[in-house]
């Protein structure tokens, strides 16, 4: 397992974000606002599950900064997005709303990414170029390396981020991808939210390099390591990374260092193999927190605004659980609907 006491690279203890200088006070509240949002989301998911109204839900809490850090850097509606499932953060900063979440997380008929067919969090919008996740983990990379090669083939003026845990790095998958993307020097950003765990297998045992990011040099692109818990510190690179892919530079893979607060999953039981340590740590390195202590030293954010923007988030939220309950279910004649050709009428 791994040693509570190893030093996270890149980070410190309790790491403090810093400020980018693209980045205005009212964009800094709006990126607090959508961590906070991302987490009270997740909380109310996991809430409904165990109370029996939800089957299944997996959760962001601890990547929030990596994720909205990083989607902030993209241009929604022209660049293409494959998220994975942890990406509360990075569809709602990309316009998802939590109504289209609760859709998904109660499979109901107006689910935007499935039409209720999908497991919870298997994100999807055409109207906002997120591609459906698909529930084998690591497929979504030489997918994301082929929407690359479309956008050069082209010409169009746009990049792909693709979103994964660092288990995925263990697939083959990982290699075609990354592989592809530098031989043909496709405008890809490899986004790596790498929380030390994969499902329940502590990072010393799934590589022998002490980063993610290291493993880049293999494939001839930047390898940038992050901390994830610092927003700004990832949209930066973020930024720089969509940067060298427009202007033909080609692919970068950023390793973002994120803390997972919750289990695996609903159905996951971390205390037979996280020491109790380990998670105390992460806690002590709450993304929400850091950065809300960031804007409160910076007089950005005082209590009475912070309560503010926490009420309309459970508002938010609370509107969204009762607009997807009350929703009607997929009808039992639409089935094979999205599975199978349907045939033209007429």
Known sequence: MRSTTEPRLGTKTSPTPVASSRLSQSQLLDVYSTMLLSRI?????????????????????GHEAAQVGSALALRPGQDVVFPYY????VVLTLGMTPRDLMLGFFARAADPSSGG????????S???????VSSPVATQIPQAAGAGLAIKVRGESAAVAVY???????????HEGLNFASVHRLPVIFICENNGWAISVPREKQMGVATVAERAAAYGMPGVAVDGSDPLAVYDATIQALERACSGGGPTLIDARVDRLTPHSSDDDDRRYRPAEDLELARRRDPLDLFRRFLQERRILDRQLDDDLR???VAA?????????????PAPETLCRHVYREKAEG
């Open 41 to 61: 989301l997740d909380e109310r998911a996991w809430s409904l599950n165990r109370q029996g109204r939800g089957s299944f839900t997996i959760s962001c809490q």
């Open 86 to 89: 942890r990406d509360v953060g």
């Open 117 to 124: 067919r999908q497991m919870p969090n298997h994100f999807g």
């Open 126 to 132: 055409a109207a906002h170029k997120i591609v459906s």
């Open 164 to 174: 994964f845990g660092e288990g995925c790095t263990s697939s083959g998958h990982f």
């Open 311 to 313: 009420q309309r988030a």
């Open 317 to 329: 939220v609370d509107d969204a659980v009762a607009f997807a309950e009350a929703s009607p279910e």
